[in-house]
Each structure stands twice: as C-alpha cells, then as structure tokens.
C-alpha cells in the first residue's frame, strides 16, 4: 500500500475549515464569558492549524507546487485570493504566538487587545484557504 500525496490538499482544506469554525466558537465563547470553552475552542483552532500546515509542507517538499488552470477574471480572483491569503498567513503566524505568549504569561489585556486584530487575520486565512482550495481542485 502507498500514501497518495493527492489526499493532502483535501485534508489541509479540511483542516482551514474546521479551525475557521472553531474560532467563531471560540469568539462566540469569549462573548459569552465562557474563558474555559474558549480556551478549548482557540486551542483545537491552533491544533487544526498546525495540522494544516504541516500538510501543507509535505505536500510541496513531496508534490512540488500545482498550477492553477482557470483563465479570465476567475484567474484574477484567484490570484488575488492567493495572494492575499500567503501574505495574511506569513503576518498572523507570529501574531498567534503572540497572543497565545499572552495568555501563557496571564496578560489578558494585553491577549484581547492582540486578539483584535489576529483573529479577524487569522479567520481570512483559513476561509480564504478554503476558498483557494476549492478553486485549484474543484472549479478549474
């Protein structure tokens, strides 16, 4: 039996998705005072995330890179989600870090302030990984 690397591009886009919604039931927690879901709910976001990424890595190191086939506006709609998403990414790693440093030292002023902007980045990342996902794979 041998591993298809075919099955990661699948498995990160399962892996944007669900840290997505566990964000929005992170948030949605936090709203409701509810620190210990949403501890939970933030922490398994960071999980699927890392998950994603290391996906994400193996699948290039093994697969190389995979080239978008649409043309048309839909190639710029594309791109432009490309884009914006791998410049997102690269920002909100270390923002993540941050905030989760945050908490680690029990700074929470400091982690809701942070989390103010690293969640909305962090949530355009994973939808827009979603969304470029079924673009490459599904719409071409």
Request: proline share 2%; net charge positive.
């Given at each position: 039996?041998t591993?298809?690397?075919?099955?990661?591009?699948?498995?990160?886009?399962?892996?944007n998705g669900?840290?997505?919604?566990?964000?929005?039931f992170?948030?949605?927690?936090?709203?409701?005072k509810?620190?210990?879901?949403?501890?939970?709910?933030?922490?398994?976001?960071?999980?699927?995330?890392?998950?994603f990424?290391?996906?994400?890595?193996?699948?290039?190191y093994?697969?190389?890179?995979?080239?978008?086939?649409?043309?048309g506006?839909?190639?710029?709609?594309?791109?432009?989600?490309?884009?914006?998403?791998?410049?997102?990414?690269?920002?909100?790693?270390p923002?993540?870090?941050?905030?989760?440093s945050?908490?680690?030292k029990?700074?929470f002023e400091a982690?809701k302030?942070?989390?103010?902007?690293?969640l909305?980045a962090?949530?355009y990342?994973?939808?827009?990984g979603?969304?470029?996902?079924?673009?490459?794979?599904h719409?071409?």
């Open positions: 039996m591993f298809d690397v075919q099955i990661l591009p699948h498995f990160q886009a399962w892996c669900t840290a997505a919604v566990l964000m929005v992170g948030y949605y927690s936090i709203r409701k509810n620190k210990r879901a949403h501890a939970a709910f933030m922490l398994s976001a960071l999980f699927a995330s890392t998950l990424l290391i996906a994400y890595l193996a699948f290039h093994l697969a190389g890179s995979v080239r978008y086939g649409g043309t506006g839909v190639r710029t709609v594309y791109f432009f989600l490309l884009t914006s998403h791998t410049v997102l990414a690269t920002a909100t790693l923002m993540i870090f941050y905030v989760l945050r908490v680690v029990r700074d982690h302030k942070a989390a103010r902007w690293t909305p962090w949530l990342v994973s939808i827009t979603v969304a470029v996902h079924i673009m490459l794979y719409l071409r």
